[in-house]
C-alpha cells in the first residue's frame, strides 16, 4: 500500500556503530548487515545480524568483530545475547556495556572463513525519535572493513479497523471507523485506507474529527484519509470515521480491503511502496448485490366434502313433524268430540228422570 505522506518532521540523533582500536588492516571484512526489523518502538529491541569474512592476516593475528556505539547516541543503548554461528576460532562473544557495543574475538583458521554474528539491541523507553546508523566492522581502519545499516526509532500505536455493514451492494455507502491507541507519544500519521477498489471505492472526508486530529485530508485519488495525531500520553486513543462510497460500477463478488495504519512521520523515501514504516489493521469489505427472494406459492385449499344425512324409515325432520302436528289436531277433536258426548249423555239422562 502506498500513503503518499506530505512534509516531514526533523529527526533527532543518530547512532553510530563505528570501528574502536585499530587491528592490522588485513582484519575481517564485514559483508552484509540486516534487522529483524527496520523500525522500533522506545522500550523494544530488535536483533542485528552481521557477516564477516577473514581475510589472510586473521588467521596470524587474529581480530574482533563489533556491533559498536559512538558518540552521539542515546543513552541506554545496550546489546545483549550476542552469539556466532559454530565457526571456528571463536574464542568469546559478548556485550561491551562500557563502549555500548557488541564484541566477538575471532582467529579463523583460514582466509576466506565467513562468521555470522548476531546480538539483541535493546532500545531505552525515552528513546528519541528519529533515524540512527549502526556500523558492523573489525577493528581495523580500513573503509572496505566496515557496513552501516539505518534503524528508525519511531512512535507506536495500534489501530483497529470496522466497517458497518461489512458487505454492501454497488451504489450505497458504509461507514469505516479506525480507533488508533498509543503506545508512547507521538506524533503520528493515522490513515483509513481503500485496497483493492479499481477505482470503484472512495472515501468522503467527515464532517467532524476529534480535537486531537489535525490536519486531516484526502489524498490518493479519495482512497485514503490523512491526519495529523499527537497524543499526549500512552493509552491515549482517538477514533476516525470514514464515510465509504461503494460505486454503482462495482462488480458483485468484489472484495476491499479497508485499513486503519498509524505511521511515524520520519523522512524516507516517498518511492517506497511498503509498509515497512506502518502498523496497520486490515478487515475484507464484500461488494455483493441482493437478489430477491423467490415468493412461496400459496397453496389452493381443499375444499371439505359436506357429509350426507343418512336416511331413516321414520322418515324426514319435516315429515316427522307434519305428522305430529296432526297427531295433535286429532287429539283435540277426539277429546272434543268425547266432551260433547259426555255432555249429550248427561243431557239425555236428565231428560230422562
Known sequence: MKITRI?????????VLVPLAALPSSAATADDLTFSSGTVVPGESITVTTMFTASAGDVTDGTQIYIEGWTPYPTGITFTDVQSD??????????????????CDWSPSAAGEMLTMTATLHVPADNSFGEYR???????EVEDNKIDGYLYVIGGAVPQIE???????PGTTATATATFTATTTGPFWVTVHLDGTDGNGTLTAPTSVDATL???????????YICTWTPAAAGD????????????????????????????PFESDESDESDDDSVCDTMAFGIAVAVDPTPTPTPTPTPTPTPATPETDSGSSAELAETGAATGGLAVIAFALVAG???????????HQ
Do not use: H
Open 7 to 15: 512534509g516531514a518532521l526533523a529527526l533527532a540523533g543518530s547512532l
Open 86 to 103: 559454530a565457526a571456528a576460532g571463536v574464542a568469546a562473544c559478548a556485550p561491551s556495556p562500557s563502549d555500548d557495543a557488541a564484541i
Open 134 to 140: 549502526i556500523r558492523a566492522s573489525s577493528s581495523a
Open 163 to 169: 466497517t458497518d455493514p461489512s458487505t454492501t451492494e
Open 214 to 224: 489535525t490536519d486531516c485530508s484526502l489524498y490518493n485519488s479519495g482512497t485514503s
Open 237 to 264: 486513543q482517538v477514533t476516525m470515521v470514514a464515510p465509504i462510497n461503494v460505486a454503482a460500477t462495482a462488480a458483485d463478488g468484489d472484495t476491499w480491503n479497508v485499513k486503519a495504519c498509524a505511521t511515524f
Open 341 to 351: 258426548g259426555f255432555v249429550l249423555i248427561r243431557s239425555r239422562r236428565s231428560t
